[in-house]
């Protein structure tokens, strides 16, 4: 099994976000939190199978909009970002570069 690392910009985008929709609903952030944590998990089997862009792999998260940003190094997965869909496409281009830099 490979190891995932989590950078910090990532776990903060997490937090970001699980905030977010807990303002909207309580225990809706623990939802988003305990939904994505299932979506990391998964690329311990599924690292790889996904779609490039911006030069991370990108994996579709199950439940919201949001998808995961990783870089596949020889040893270990590394999730470079979680970002949120609905923003605008060059806003998601530039956090991409800037993260997996």
């Keep these: 099994m490979r190891d995932l690392i989590v950078l910090a910009s990532a776990a903060e985008d997490l937090k970001l976000a699980r905030d977010f929709y807990e303002t909207i609903?309580?225990?809706?952030?623990?939802?988003?939190?305990?939904?994505?944590?299932?979506?990391?998990?998964?690329?311990a089997w599924a690292h790889g199978?996904?779609?490039v862009y911006f030069g991370c792999c990108r994996k579709l998260a199950t439940y919201f909009p949001f998808c995961i940003y990783y870089i596949e190094t020889e040893m270990e997965t590394v999730?470079?970002?979680i970002l949120d869909l609905r923003q605008q496409q060059g806003k998601t281009r530039r956090e991409s570069n800037r993260k997996s830099k």
């Design 49 to 51: 199978s996904h779609s």
């Design 79 to 81: 999730v470079a970002g």
């Design 25 to 43: 609903k309580p225990e809706l952030g623990k939802f988003f939190h305990e939904s994505l944590m299932s979506d990391l998990d998964s690329l």
